[in-house]
């Protein structure tokens, strides 16, 4: 409710009140907006204690407002309705010329188009999917994503399965087994990416270039020999494998560019059972949620997702060997967040943390320095944190991103001899202009990066901010030549997030303003000012 809030009035972009206080302004605000008639649509909701939260937020007014929720359990949706079942409508599998549609379409293009031959056997699948959307789009988005022809005796394959597979007559439950019968077929590296979403919490916006880079920080993507440099080769390859997933219907298009380029997706509650369970079942994450009952641990742990939320006296399991955690996502209070030094050999570290109501000190985070195999870092905070002085030692870093951190006290100034470094996010109070000091980065410095690709920074804080044309000028006089750069934003306001969306594949600027320096990076592909 609070991004929606944001999403309306970016004015509450840096609302970090304490967690109740949150609860209280954000529904007063929210009741603001809903003054006059409206509509809302809640979807896929699973709890209704959630409903029970977010209900006082709605005005009772008399202006024909409607409120839609959405949910696949009976008795979430009779609580919303007050337990007026009259108010509840079943949605009821698809007919048979909808289903027909969906497939179709999504294999050969329309129904048209599909060959005679294959007609009665498709038709089959069809009805074996008994009208469920997802199942029938995930065979049919299947099929299509095969390296060979669609043939009569992969169509024959495949009906032979679902007969084989799909027992049970509940409708989640045959979603399920398509969807197993899909992943079961998947090659060996897709299986590994769509399995690390479960490092994510549940509902969480995913973005694509973020993904990527976590995805080879983790040595999940392989490429082949070819021309251009290797890190591009590998970002390239895992871009492929994020819309390969698209197109096989596991993940859903959340933002869009203009080039109807996917930036974002979400993970459907039925597949995130599936990654969930299979997770599970091939000891790939290890999933601990505070308000949700855990599985069994293993001790033996390579992936580490701690859900914390504001809980305050949330511990990490004993039983963990941290030496062997390879990646690490950590959502919390900083009192519950374990010793980052203990995780010895971790190649990405995404820290989301939180700070008690008064916290004047910053948080400690200078043990990350001794992580001499970390690839990927991002700190996202509501209260300061301290960053290690000295993180030469770093020399596999390839992403630092601290763009979301409300404030750092420094970035350490040997940042220039980090020799992998290729996406470099910047807080929004570091003052990037000014002279390099023995404790804080600059501008200046950051041209010494000459693989940098990706950099996202600001300079609201500078003397001039009141000029862009010379900061612009500044930055200019900086980077012109940087032969590497493909992507830069730099923010004048209080986020880079109100500049520009991640990812988007356009050359664009928000200024008046074109600075001429920008016809010297010859390989820029996003650029925002």
């Known amino acids: 409710m609070l991004f929606i809030l944001v999403y309306v009035n970016p004015a509450y972009i840096n609302f970090t009140d304490v967690p109740d206080a949150i609860h209280t302004h954000t529904h007063t605000n929210v009741r603001g907006f809903l003054a006059c008639r409206y509509l809302i649509v809640i979807d896929d909701l699973w709890d209704a204690s959630v409903w029970d939260i977010i209900k006082y937020a709605f005005p009772n007014g008399n202006c024909g407002s409607r409120i839609i929720i959405t949910t696949q359990i009976e008795d979430v949706a009779l609580t919303c309705c007050c337990d007026r079942p009259e108010h509840v409508f079943e949605m009821k599998p698809l007919d048979d010329a909808h289903s027909r549609m969906l497939f179709f379409n999504r294999l050969f293009g329309s129904e048209n188009d599909c060959p005679a031959e294959f007609k009665q056997v498709s038709n089959e699948i069809i009805d074996i999917c008994g009208g469920l959307p997802l199942a029938t789009m995930n065979i049919a988005s299947h099929l299509a994503n095969q390296q060979t022809a669609v043939s009569l005796d992969l169509l024959t394959y495949i009906r032979d399965s679902l007969r084989s597979h799909l027992w049970s007559s509940s409708t989640s439950e045959r979603t399920r087994q398509v969807l197993t019968l899909s992943y079961n077929n998947l090659p060996h590296y897709l299986k590994t990416c769509l399995l690390y979403l479960h490092m994510y919490p549940e509902g969480s916006i995913i973005w694509k270039d973020d993904l990527s880079m976590q995805w080879v920080a983790e ?133 989301q943390l939180s700070g008690h109501c008064g916290l004047h000190d910053p948080i400690d985070l200078t043990g990350i320095s001794e992580l001499f195999q970390l690839r990927y870092l991002k700190i996202a905070s509501d209260v300061c944190i301290k960053l290690p002085n000295h993180i030469r030692g770093l020399q596999c870093l390839e992403t630092l991103d601290v763009m979301d951190a409300t404030r750092v006290t420094a970035i350490p100034w040997d940042i220039i001899h980090l020799p992998h470094l290729f996406h470099l996010a910047l807080p929004v109070d570091t003052n990037l202009l000014g002279t390099m000091t023995d404790s804080v980065v600059s501008l200046w410095s950051l041209c010494k990066l000459n693989y940098l690709q990706d950099l996202y920074l600001t300079i609201s804080s500078t003397p001039c901010s009141g000029h862009p044309e010379k900061n612009m000028d500044s930055v200019g006089s900086l980077l012109e030549g940087h032969g590497s750069l493909k992507n830069i934003v730099v923010s004048h306001g209080p986020s880079v997030k109100d500049i520009v969306v991640p990812g988007a594949s356009t050359r664009h600027t928000a200024a008046s303003y074109f600075p001429k320096f920008l016809n010297g990076l010859k390989n820029l592909v996003t650029c925002a000012f």
Do not use: W
């Not at 070819?226 to 970002?235: A, E, H, N, T």
């Not at 039925?270 to 997770?279: G, W, Y």
């Not at 511990?315 to 010895?344: A, H, W, Y």
């Open 219 to 351: 040595a999940s993507i392989v490429t082949q020999k070819g021309k251009g440099q290797y890190q591009d080769r590998l970002k390239k390859a895992a871009g492929i494998c994020f819309d390969e997933l698209i197109d096989r219907r596991f993940i859903q298009p959340s933002y869009i560019n203009y080039n109807n380029e996917v930036l974002s997706c979400t993970v459907h509650d039925v597949v995130r059972e599936l990654i969930a369970h299979k997770s599970a079942e091939e000891n790939f994450i290890v999933v601990v949620d505070y308000n949700r009952k855990n599985i069994a641990l293993s001790h033996k742990v390579r992936r580490l997702s701690l859900i914390f939320g504001d809980a305050k006296y949330a511990k990490t399991p004993e039983n963990i060997t941290k030496s062997q955690v390879r990646s690490l996502r950590f959502f919390g209070l900083f009192d519950c967040m374990p010793c980052i030094r203990d995780f010895k050999v971790l190649r990405v570290l995404n820290l």
